[in-house]
């Protein structure tokens, strides 16, 4: 991450927090997440259930250990199957 700050600040750019839902998706599968870039560095992501009459409220799971960035507006859980649910990612942008 130092590497990073380093690098946004030299070329003039800081780095700035930001975060997006996006529909979730079966394991493996792309996710769009709009305005992240590969380069970007996750700062947390969360799979967000919605409540039901069996969990009597949201559940929400810390995706961090399996999420990337695939591509352009795009992250990949690696084993999560979050179908159905929102996917929640916080992001430092280097380059906005």
Known sequence: MAFKDFRARLSGRGMNLRSAFGAGATAGSAITITGIAVGDEIAAAYNVAP???????????????????????????????TTGNQVLVFWWAVNP
């Open 51 to 81: 409540p039901t009459a069996g969990s009597g409220g949201t559940l929400v799971t810390n995706l961090i250990a399996e999420i990337s960035v695939s591509a352009a507006n795009t992250v990949v859980c690696a084993t999560t199957n």
